[in-house]
């Protein structure tokens, strides 16, 4: 750290030096141009930057299959806007893996390919994409797949039971998005700037969104047990269909807090939704003791989507938690 006093000059401009080794490392001289982001209490200063699309090289020769593609998201994510893989040549496999990335980013396509590199671009202006309208939707998808993968199970409904796996794709990339969305805020107040939310708000979007994309993995999960089920007892089915009901109003209570713009209304939501986790988790008990009397094999699979509505209620007062800091005064 390095301290500075503020000097007045003309009478009426205030002025202060930058240290030198930092201007140095950023390229700034007599001339530049630097920007200045109000921040509370806080001025951030940094270099003026072009808006150039952001590229990225990543050498992909020892990289296949689902190495290559989490490779490929994982500059996605970074905030890279053109993307080029290289190697000494591009397999089908490697192709085929490209193409899975791609598919599973929101934006993102194929610019150019040859037999040693593959150029994929995304498509979309950051500065237009919204974190909380992402994490939005991806609120409505979670909150309607856990409620169709309970539908599935009680009906015995194959073909609804695949739509709510395939959904969770949805949910994955928009999970995706809003990381690229966060890490931009790291790394730039302009990306801050231009989305128009305090990057302490976006933190407490992107730890929700990691809750919500964990709920769309328990009712994918729960769809994919489903699908091996039978028909499963009444009183057993009832107290499933309770439950989950339970914990979708407790993601709904949360997130309601987390958008809520007054503090005694999140905190009023926030406090229901943890209160009402621990009234779901007797609940939970009473259903597990139904499970006893049934056949090993069903009872053992009922028990884990007992253990996944329970779960995603508790990532719904995780939610909650997240709200009641937001809402919490700040230093």
């Not at 695949?162 to 998005?177: K, N, S, Y």
């Not at 699908?227 to 009444?234: F, G, M, T, V």
């Not at 709904?252 to 009234?279: Q, T």
Request: include cysteine; hydrophobic fraction near 40%; proline fraction near 3%.
């Amino acid at each position: 750290m390095e301290t500075r006093k503020v000097q007045v000059t003309g009478g009426s401009t205030y002025t202060v030096s930058l240290p030198k080794t930092w201007a140095t490392d950023n390229d700034v001289s007599a001339g530049t141009t630097v920007e200045f982001y109000p921040e509370d209490d806080a001025l951030l200063l940094t270099p003026q930057s072009e808006t150039n699309r952001q590229e990225g090289t990543l050498d992909v020769s020892d990289l296949e299959g689902d190495r290559l593609t989490r490779a490929v998201m994982t500059m996605y994510v970074s905030g890279f806007d053109i993307i080029r893989l290289e190697a000494n040549r591009i397999t089908t496999h490697q192709r085929r893996a490209i193409r899975n990335a791609t598919q599973s980013l929101v934006g993102v396509e194929v610019l150019e390919e040859t037999t040693d590199s593959v150029v994929i671009q995304d498509l979309l202006d950051s500065s237009e994409l919204s974190i909380v309208n992402a994490v939005s939707r991806m609120r409505l998808i979670a909150s309607s797949m856990l409620s169709d993968a309970v539908t599935a199970l009680i009906e015995n409904d194959d073909d609804i039971a695949h739509d709510v796996i395939q959904r969770d794709d949805d949910v994955d990339r928009l999970w995706l998005v809003v990381s690229r969305i966060f890490r931009a805020t790291l790394r730039s107040p302009r990306a801050a700037e231009e989305l128009g939310v305090p990057r302490e708000d976006c933190f407490d979007y992107h730890s929700s969104a990691r809750q919500l994309e964990r709920v769309a993995d328990h009712a994918a999960k729960i769809s994919n047990l489903a699908l091996k089920l039978d028909e499963i007892p009444e009183s057993v089915a009832e107290g499933l269909v309770a439950l989950q009901e339970d914990a979708s109003d407790v993601l709904e209570k949360s997130m309601d807090a987390l958008v809520a713009e007054e503090s005694a209304e999140a905190n009023e939501l926030g406090h229901a939704a943890r209160e009402a986790v621990l009234e779901i988790d007797e609940h939970t008990r009473t259903i597990d003791d139904m499970l006893r009397d049934l056949e090993p094999v069903q009872a053992q699979s009922l028990g884990l989507i007992v253990d996944s509505l329970s779960r995603s209620a508790d990532y719904g007062g995780n939610i909650a938690e997240t709200a009641l800091q937001k809402a919490a005064p700040r230093p």
